[in-house]
């Protein structure tokens, strides 16, 4: 491995069926001093409750198109068949600039992509408590139009196969515990050799390392 592969910035992707409670483990994540989110764009209208820029920019399919032949996705993906969403690289130069960690939150098909590019980032997948639980909420968070949710349970139930890819798999039973699991990753991960922080870098090369 290069020096100019390990200075790259520590790139986490957080992963899980709609209704896991991701977004909230992310906010928790973005809690430890050092990191930044990635803010998606997606072609997928806002919801009411949504402003853009937060969590997502908000683009026409043109736009999405554009930014996508020209190469400025680091991932992108069609997620339910109907929308796409994308990670602009812009966040990743950002996160380098300003020495800080980035903090992914996308689908199953854009984790893949992202471990291709960049074998180093720690992928997370949030696990619901039960089947039973990830419907109820899907259910009670009354956003989303029938026809939507069983969409989402659809996919839920093909996103859960593929637990494997990812590093760390934390249950989001009790939201206090899991976002203390998913802090401990974050601040663990920064310790792991193949991240070789700028201190560690120096102390070894005074060792002659
Ligand atoms: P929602 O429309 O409910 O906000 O998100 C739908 C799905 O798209 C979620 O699984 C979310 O993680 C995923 N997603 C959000 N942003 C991105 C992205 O930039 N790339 C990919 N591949 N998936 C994303």
Redesign the pocket.
Known sequence: MTLAQVQQPLVFIV?GP?GSG?STLVLKMLEVAGTMFSI???T?PPRPTESAGK??DFVSEAEFERMAAHGEFL???Q??GK?W???PRRWLDEAQRKGLDLV????V??AEQVKKKLPNAVAIFILPPAREELERRLRTRDQDPEEAIQRRLNRAQQEMQRYMEYDFLVVNDDVERAGREVQAITVAARCLRSCLSERARKILESFGG
């Open positions: 992963s709609s991701k998606s764009c997606t997928r969590w997502y991932e992108y993906a997620v339910f929308h969403y994308g990670t992914l939150e996308i689908d098909q854009g």
